[in-house]
């Protein structure tokens, strides 16, 4: 039989301090993630100690300052190490994007003292973040939030209801917007919420058709009291904060997508160089070549985007129409990848005795999660074309 074994990613990488990175990431995710990717997730299990392991490898901080506990990596590195993570397993790959997402506010907008007190604990310390915008009623219009945050002497109370938060329940903090002024988005102000706040809870993970490994679920503030220290930014500036922790975050799902995307396409390369049908490998068939061809191309084409718009990122230019082109770009092709990953299986692809089946499954909520890809769409059209007329 011909070796199943999928073949290292071959990547372009700008330092010696990088590669060494990636062989450091490719090793545990072969070690301690791939293993026990499927299991975990038919079980619903979160691998919290896996994260805890990833953070003290360095790996829940890479793309923030050394001085508080970050890996002074680049963009265009970080995203790999998570493309990476998520080839051996999404629940994992994303989980480093959400908590790297949820640590931007503080990180990029916060006060010197802040950034001293809590980073060190949130890069490094085993922490895992959460990041707090979408509510029941405010999704793409996520201006419309409802959640109000009220100043009480040198305190502001916090009530409200968020929705579709990742970690929920099982976080350590949580990057909370909420409003505190007038409607729209100028009335929004961001604050670092820690998990043991009195009157925070959760409620039951919602029941998803994949990535039932990572825990998605509402997330209540009921008079949670957090000290004025703990607003991040100006008053009236946490939905600019969001929005521009959404561009890189955006650029996480896009790298998370072409893991999820490559691991599909491993697998059918596998398959496929094994299974005979008529007397010969089915890759000697020439509809199934150019089908994997065409998964090929489209998971290069997405790498290249995704690492174009870091590279501008890395650059300190701006890269938000990049962000919202890679990740429509990724994520549709992790889907359409996927399901050809599936059809090139045949009937094993549809068992869960193969792989296949599950990265279809979790490949559809990439292309919701951060900004659905229909708003991308609107987003790159803006950056083309100027606002909608009203």
Not at 169 to 181: N, P
Request: hydrophobic share 40%; aromatic share 6%.
């Amino acid at each position: 039989m011909p070796d199943r074994a999928p073949q290292p990613v071959d990547r372009q990488l700008p330092t010696d301090e990088a590669r060494d990175l990636i062989s450091l990431v490719r090793g545990i995710a072969q070690r301690e993630v791939a293993p026990q990717a499927a299991e975990e997730e038919d079980a619903g299990r979160f691998p919290r100690e896996l994260f805890t392991l990833l953070s003290g490898s360095g790996l829940l901080g890479l793309p923030y300052d050394s001085e508080h506990g970050g890996g002074d990596q680049p963009y265009e590195v970080y995203l790999q190490v998570l493309e990476e993570l998520a080839a051996a397993r999404l629940t994992v790959g994303l989980g480093v994007s959400v908590h790297t997402l949820a640590s931007y506010a503080l990180a990029a907008f916060g006060a010197k003292e802040q950034r001293a007190e809590h980073l060190p604990a949130m890069l490094g310390g085993g922490l895992l973040g959460a990041y707090c915008l979408s509510e029941p009623a405010s999704g793409s219009d996520a201006a419309s939030l409802r959640t109000r945050a009220v100043r009480d002497g040198d305190d502001w109370v916090i009530t409200g209801t968020k929705a579709w938060i990742t970690h929920g329940g099982i976080a350590d903090f949580y990057t909370v917007m909420a409003r505190t002024g007038e409607e729209g988005p100028r009335g929004i102000t961001a604050f670092l919420v820690p998990g043991d706040a009195e009157g925070l809870s959760a409620a039951a993970p919602e029941k998803k058709m994949g990535m039932k490994g990572s825990p998605t679920a509402q997330v209540h503030l009921d008079g949670v009291r957090v000290p004025d220290a703990r607003r991040v930014g100006e008053e009236g500036q946490g939905f600019a904060i969001a929005l521009s922790a959404l561009d890189g975050g955006r650029l996480g799902i896009a790298a998370c997508a072409i893991g999820l995307a490559q691991a599909a396409l491993d697998e059918a390369l596998g398959y496929a160089a094994e299974r005979r049908q008529f007397g010969k490998p089915i890759t000697d068939f020439q509809g199934l070549r150019f089908m994997l061809a065409d998964m090929a191309t489209q998971i290069e084409a997405g790498r290249a985007l995704y690492l174009a718009a870091a590279r501008l990122r890395d650059a300190g230019r701006p890269f938000a129409k990049q962000a919202a082109m890679a990740k429509l770009h990724c994520t549709d092709t992790a889907m359409r990848v996927t399901t050809d990953a599936v059809q090139i299986l045949g009937g094993y692809g549809y068992t869960a005795d193969f792989p296949a089946e599950r990265y279809m499954r979790e490949a559809k909520v990439l292309q919701i999660v951060e900004g659905t890809n229909q708003i991308q769409r609107m987003v790159i059209a803006r950056h083309l074309a100027g606002p909608e007329t009203r």
